[in-house]
């Protein structure tokens, strides 16, 4: 039986440090070439395989493969594109395996957060059941730190590790300030229905009574009069008053307090921007003068301020899932497994995709504080070895350098394109 060729994809909002995992993936199956063949991977993700854009990963050099590891963004470039049902539409599904099969492609890694992996589960059913099967192995990765089964997702480490220090630094600036001008300072993280990013903010404070003294969860729901009575008695308190909101707080009825009115091409609610909701608010209600920031792309592209745990992370859970490719596995998705005792430790175990696929994992009753604003000492402590360590770039005339790879398409196989 001949070696199979693989194929593998980034998806959705990319991170600091998927181009690690990408890495670990690559230079996994470069050593296990009795197994795996020619590594290919999608131009602009699930859509490579879809439009048969496939980039031939042997053309680039083992040093620019290397320096993945500390490049931000997708290196093979992402996309937000979501596979309907079977039932909505079985053509897409179809397509895909046309392509493996035209490309002898037998390993499928996609590297995503949770619609990845019921996509990747879908592939595996469907292969087969069309006498082509693939073995289909989802690499977690999201910043909202939302996959079940893993304890925690590459990528969100340094996301929090950024939000963390921009929160601190930021609050330096108001508080020296706050005599005679700004009183209020917004910053807007990501996370549309789970706090994580916005309870790594609390990482900042060093005593009690530090910023941020208000972090706004979308598991809490929104009470608008609790939350202005908050701000005031730490602006009266302290003269000044630091919030981490994350983008998807709501209201009790679920509400978004930001709801744009519109979804994006997942189906997900638009948000509108939550931090000019509450500077408006804070405004017309209090009279205070406020400034706030979006986090956005900067915290997810932040490569220069890494968590060295993220990175290390992110590259393990690429490199183990070739290699459990390799032993034949399918359906399933590396997941870190925290070890117990005082000193942080973990390992890589297997999860199956049905029970990652579709499932979110929200921020712990037990890791938000009583009064719904802050993080217990068991948050603190699930979060803390997460941010630890530093990874920094090689710098050159003052700037970080990234990997830039030549991106060479093979040549098309198949006579039908295929419109998305």
């Known amino acids: 039986m001949s070696k199979k060729n693989a194929f593998y994809a980034q998806s959705g909002g990319v991170t600091a440090v998927i181009n690690a995992s990408a890495c670990g993936v690559i230079e ?7 197994k795996i063949g020619k590594v290919y991977a999608g131009l602009n993700g699930i859509l490579g395989a879809l439009r048969e854009e496939l980039i ?105 590790k950024y939000v963390a220090v921009s929160t601190k630094e930021a609050a330096m600036d108001v508080a020296s300030m706050c005599a005679t001008s700004t009183k209020v300072f917004i910053l807007e993280v990501m996370g549309r229905h789970a706090g994580w990013i916005a309870a790594a903010g609390a990482l900042a404070q060093e005593e009690e009574g530090d910023a941020p003294h208000i972090i706004l969860f979308p598991e809490v729901a929104f009470d608008k009069e609790k939350f202005l009575a908050k701000v005031q008695k730490t602006v009266d308190e302290k003269g000044y008053c630091v919030i981490a909101a994350s983008e998807g707080a709501q209201y009790e009825d679920g509400t978004f307090l930001a709801d744009a009115g519109t979804t994006d091409a997942f189906g997900h609610k638009q948000l509108g921007g ?24 900067l915290q997810r592209a932040a490569r220069h301020i890494a968590s060295a745990t993220d990175v290390e992370q992110a590259y393990a859970v690429g490199r183990a899932a070739v290699e459990m490719a390799a032993a034949g596995k399918n359906a399933i998705m590396p997941a870190i497994i925290r070890a117990e005792g005082e000193e942080y430790s973990w390992s890589i175990a297997e999860a199956p995709l049905s029970e990652v696929a579709n ?26 070895p997460l941010i630890q360590g530093e990874d920094y770039p090689p710098y050159k005339n003052g700037v970080p350098q990234y990997a830039k790879l030549k991106k060479q398409l093979v040549e098309k196989k198949l006579d039908t394109e295929f419109k998305v």
């Open 28 to 34: 996994a199956a470069r050593e296990n070439q009795d």
């Open 56 to 160: 031939d990963v042997s053309q680039e050099s083992v040093e620019d493969i290397a320096a993945l590891r500390h490049t931000p963004s997708g290196a093979f470039g992402s996309c937000r594109y979501k596979l309907k049902s079977l039932e909505e539409n079985r053509a897409e599904y179809e397509r895909l395996i046309e392509v493996f099969k035209a490309h002898d492609i037998g390993y499928f890694f996609y590297n995503g957060g949770g619609d990845s992996a019921d996509t990747c589960l879908k592939v595996s059913q469907l292969s087969e059941t069309m006498g082509y099967p693939i073995q289909a192995i989802h690499i977690p990765k999201t910043v909202d730190n939302d996959l079940p089964l893993t304890d925690n997702c590459p990528g969100f480490g340094s996301v929090a």
């Open 274 to 297: 939550v931090a000019p909701t509450l500077a408006n608010m804070i405004k017309s209600e209090l009279g205070l003068k406020y400034h706030w920031a979006l986090a956005d792309y």
């Open 359 to 384: 499932v979110e994992k929200f921020m712990p009753k037990e890791y938000i504080s009583e009064d719904g604003f802050g993080i217990t000492d068991a948050g603190r402590e699930y979060l803390l």
